[in-house]
């Protein structure tokens, strides 16, 4: 059976399939990507814009790099590999979507059970008094201030250094663990925790698949790979499915 048609029939046959996605599911509508061809960390340093002591040390220049991702964000709505994969869940395929991706695109596509482990570009966390805003749009003062307390805003992001979310990770390694179908789309697999998800669906029994142009760390545990876009790939599933 070629590979469209046995990840088809695992989709059919699934009881928990779970997708992890990063940042080249939003590659598709223009976001850039952090690695590979024209990746945001070819042109920025990491530690001098996405970590704590970064922004301390010059929350100006943070945040105009946020508010310039913002504006990328805010002018761009779900891409077709966002739009299937919300598709195949309301279909009653996918049970969940855990993301590495700030960008809030898969809550608007529709999938419902989103896990967002990073956190979300679209709100902002004061970190005096801790008061959380989702944003209607980029922000326009840089840095922003909190309307309540004056304390400075930082985006509601998980920055290198910093743990993730305790309800996110839990929930993530809930759905992972009850996965029998683990697709791993448009993510380099560099980063951890994230990056150990596909393992341990895997040692869990479940079968992982790579939805991803190139290769990755994650390829040698994939008993699938499908070296394609991931919105021409989740569209032909889709309509073999329906
Ligand atoms: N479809 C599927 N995959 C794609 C596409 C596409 N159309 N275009 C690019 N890719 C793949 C690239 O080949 C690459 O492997 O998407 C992957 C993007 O990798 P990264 O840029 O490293 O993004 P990600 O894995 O999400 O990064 C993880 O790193 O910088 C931190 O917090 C940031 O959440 C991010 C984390």
């Known amino acids: 059976m070629g590979p469209l048609n046995r990840l088809v029939g695992a989709l059919r046959e699934a009881s928990h399939c779970v997708a992890l996605t990063g940042a080249g599911i939003s590659a598709e509508v223009g976001i850039p990507t952090f690695r590979g061809s024209g990746g945001l960390w070819e042109r920025h340093r990491p530690e001098e814009l996405a970590t704590p002591e970064a922004f301390w040390r010059d929350p100006e220049k943070v945040w105009r790099w946020y508010a310039w991702r913002q504006e990328l964000v805010f002018s ?3 891409g077709p590999a966002h739009t299937y994969l919300a598709r195949l869940e309301e279909a009653g395929y996918v049970k969940a979507v855990i993301t590495q991706n700030v960008d809030g695109l898969h809550i608007l596509a529709g999938s419902r059970n989103v896990v ?3 956190g979300s570009i679209r709100r902002v966390r004061c970190t005096r008094c801790g008061h959380r805003e989702e944003l209607a749009g980029p922000v326009r003062e840089v840095p922003p201030r909190c309307a309540r307390c004056g304390g400075l805003l930082r985006p509601d992001v998980v920055w290198f250094g910093e743990e993730l979310p305790r309800d996110a990770l839990s929930r993530a390694l809930e759905e992972t663990e009850k996965s029998d179908l ?8 560099a980063v951890y925790p994230a990056a150990a998800l596909p393992a341990l669906a895997a040692r869990r029994g479940a079968v992982v698949v790579e939805i991803n142009p190139e290769e990755t760390p994650i390829t040698r545990i994939a ?10 790939v989740l569209r032909a599933v889709y309509e073999e499915l329906s």
């Open 223 to 232: 008993s699938m790979v499908f070296r394609a876009p991931a919105g021409e």
């Open 116 to 118: 967002e482990l990073h």
């Open 76 to 78: 761009r709505g779900p």
């Open 182 to 189: 683990f697709l791993v789309i448009g993510t380099s697999g």
